[in-house]
């Protein structure tokens, strides 16, 4: 081999290695935005429970409001000091605390992905309530943590706590 075969040689196997390598930092950058993209998917739907089970609350009734949690799932409720941990827990829960027509309303939401089948949303929220003898409707603040799985398909509650913000000391 002469020595400008040796250099064109070696020239077209850089000419190689730099397409190659800029190729697939194309298809590293595509695939990063692609997890992005569905990074954000998944936030949203993760969200969007909130609204299931704020309109399962709009119902009146308690056991579509225990539907949306697991059999096994952990409620740790804003109005009660009774840890609930089975699906007649939550149920009676509920009962009680929907006779003040309560709508709530996120103001503040971090979701963590955990997986594709478990996710977590805390933050802070507002509860409108209605006393049931007075017909008077206040506004309390929370703070609330909701673990999802997905089972069988379809996201429920696992785990909930929810307790009013304290007063700034």
Known sequence: MTP???????????LAVATLGTFAAGVGVAGEEDG????????RE?????????AALLTGDPEKVADRYAE???LLPTASSRIRTDHEGITD???HFLQKKPRGEKLRSVIHL???????????YRFHLTDPRTGVTKAVDARYTYQYEKRDGRWL?????????????
């Open 46 to 54: 993760i969200a969007a429970l909130f609204d299931q089970w704020n």
């Open 114 to 124: 955990l997986d594709r089948n478990s996710a977590l949303d805390a933050g802070l």
């Open 4 to 14: 400008k075969s040796r250099i064109r040689t070696a020239l077209a196997a850089s």
């Open 157 to 169: 509650i696992v785990n909930h706590h929810s307790s009013v913000v304290p007063a700034e000391s």
């Open 36 to 43: 992005k993209q569905r990074g954000r998917a998944g936030e």
């Open 72 to 74: 096994d799932a952990v």
């Open 93 to 95: 829960y509920f009962a």
